[in-house]
């Protein structure tokens, strides 16, 4: 889906440049015709400015038709735009929620072989499920066991 959002997008964006475009030369030759027609009148070439003038009229319409079509490829690129915007507020939610699950995992991995550890210490007593602040301080009491062990073993 992210790749079919992308090549719209680029579809989208491209017809809008090449639209505005069309407007921009359409402009600049209705501009270019409108100096031709005044040379003409000014020449007294009165036939000559009403062909010119006939010309611009039919480029005013294609002008007209071109900028509404325009419009519409702005909307269409900006859809496409949000689209993908949206698109990747999911890609990044689901990537959130696989992390916290990873981590959840490394957690429950952690508490399993945390209780392994103590009820081996407890000499086979199976402790009660523990919560995150209870191995917190099972862990703190293993490793001060362990350090006074050492402390004595190296006196």
């Given amino acids: 889906m992210h790749a079919k959002n992308r090549e719209r997008a680029v579809q989208a964006i491209t017809r809008k440049n090449n639209l505005q475009l069309a407007v921009e030369e359409t402009e600049n030759r209705i501009r270019e015709l409108e100096g031709k027609a005044r040379r003409a009148l000014e020449r007294g070439r009165q036939e000559d400015a009403d062909q010119i003038d006939d010309r611009i009229n039919r480029l005013r319409a294609t002008l007209e038709l071109s900028r ?88």
């Fill in 68 to 155: 509404q079509l325009l419009r519409e490829a702005e909307r269409d690129a900006d859809d496409v735009k949000e689209a993908i915007r949206r698109e990747e507020r999911k890609i990044r939610e689901k990537t959130a929620e696989a992390l916290a699950l990873k981590a959840q995992l490394k957690n429950n991995q952690i508490q399993i072989t945390m209780n392994k550890a103590l009820e081996d210490m407890a000499g086979g007593f199976a402790p009660m499920p523990l919560d995150r602040d209870m191995l917190i301080v099972a862990g703190l009491v293993v490793l001060i066991v362990v350090l006074l062990g050492l402390l004595v073993l190296g006196r």
